[in-house]
């Protein structure tokens, strides 16, 4: 869980050499009531590349060294990036175990291409819910 993202991101920096920052929550530039809160930005890219880290227990993290995919429970998360920021060019989704010692970190690199189909989809479906709460609103300050 979040008591070992500090290890992973380490981990992730000695594994890549690349440096990563904190960003905070960030808004999409077309819509602020879209928004996303990434775990790091690597330093020095411009906005253009971001990691996503989990730490799964044992046969999760197996999992994801073994098929190299990143998991149902976490795709959307990941699409997210890419809906907010359309800067970003590629994700790090960093799966982290201590435990694995033989493989403790296992990193898979995603572009935006990886996602275009659902970045799309996300997008439509995030703007028709926010229309119908709008929709909502309107209708209770009205009565």
């Keep these: 869980g979040n008591r070992l993202e500090p290890e992973a991101i ?14 905070g929550m960030i808004e999409s ?4 009531d879209i928004a996303q809160s990434p775990d790091r930005y690597i330093k020095d890219k411009d906005d253009t590349e ?12 197996v999992k994801l060294w073994l098929t190299n ?7 959307w998360q990941c699409v ?3 809906v907010v920021n359309p800067k970003l060019k590629k994700l790090y989704f960093v799966g982290y175990n201590p435990l694995i010692a033989v493989h403790p970190i296992h990193i898979i690199e995603v ?8 970045i799309g989809s996300a997008l439509e479906a995030q703007h028709k819910i ?7 609103l309107l209708d209770l300050i009205e009565i």
Aim: glycine share 2%.
């Design 50 to 61: 971001a990691i996503e880290d989990k730490c799964p227990a044992g046969k999760n993290y």
């Design 111 to 118: 572009t935006r291409e990886t996602f275009e189909e659902e």
């Design 130 to 136: 926010l229309q119908e709460v709008n929709n909502k």
């Design 10 to 23: 380490a981990a992730f920096e000695f594994e890549t050499d690349l440096s990563t920052e904190v960003i």
């Design 29 to 32: 530039d077309e819509n602020k």
């Design 80 to 82: 997210q990036y890419f």
């Design 69 to 75: 995919e990143i998991p149902d429970d976490y795709k």
